[in-house]
């Protein structure tokens, strides 16, 4: 069902959650930059999150590593403690790379979608010759093993004022990442082609000559808004 979501674009994805999913920022998280995959594809699967902490958290590290575990066609979603995150650059106190190309390597070999990581990320040049699609808030050099931890593998992660569960759906793409709880996809994917269509016939519209506020409401009429 996931895979369903790739047929759209992650600004469909925020518009259907904003319409029937209840979130007024569409699900989407700001800030996220695609890094390596192809321009223009878009890639949706299940979450598998991972939260990492400071090396001072009193939680114990994980053991064994995360990425060895991720399931095929999961997006990997690598967020930080609550108390890490910041609302302005470079948005997380974590200041060194979360992820780095052994793990897309990795990643691809069990078959994962992609990976979305809310932090710096290294091995660019890697995950590009790899066509493995990574998304992250920007780049970095140094490796977290000193100053932070993995604390938490496939259990809910806090980003923002959300709560993103293991399963629910991730969509990304070169506008940004959306995340849309599990009971909340059949009902997005219900709205999508819809409002697409309508989208589609007011572009075509527009192009006519005719303004784009009339056009937007006769396409959209009877749509959920």
Request: net charge negative.
């Amino acid at each position: 069902m996931e895979r369903e979501f790739e047929k759209y674009t992650s600004c469909d994805a925020a518009d259907a959650m904003v319409a029937v999913g209840g979130a007024n920022d569409g699900g989407a998280i700001p800030f996220v930059h695609q890094q390596s995959g192809r321009a223009g594809a878009t890639i949706a699967g299940p979450a598998y999150t991972v939260e990492y902490a400071p090396q001072s958290d009193p939680r114990p590290a994980v053991s064994g590593h995360y990425i060895d575990s991720v399931p095929a066609g999961a997006i990997v979603l690598i967020a930080t403690a609550a108390d890490c995150q910041l609302d302005y650059a470079p948005y997380t106190s974590l200041r060194n790379s979360l992820y780095g190309g052994l793990m897309s390597t990795r990643a691809k070999y069990l078959g994962a979608a992609g990976t979305v990581v809310l932090g710096l990320i290294r091995d660019i040049a890697e995950h590009r010759r790899l066509d493995y699609p990574v998304y992250s808030y920007g780049l970095g050099s140094c490796a977290p093993n000193k100053l932070a931890k993995v604390v938490a593998v496939n259990e809910p992660v806090v980003i923002g004022d959300r709560t993103v569960r293991p399963g629910d759906v991730v969509v990304a793409d070169e506008n940004g990442v959306v995340t849309v709880p599990a009971d909340k996809a059949n009902a997005c994917l219900d709205y999508m082609p819809l409002r697409a269509k309508a989208d589609e016939l007011a572009a075509e519209d527009i192009a006519g000559g005719i303004p784009a506020a009339t056009a937007q409401k006769n396409r959209r009429q009877g749509l959920p808004k």
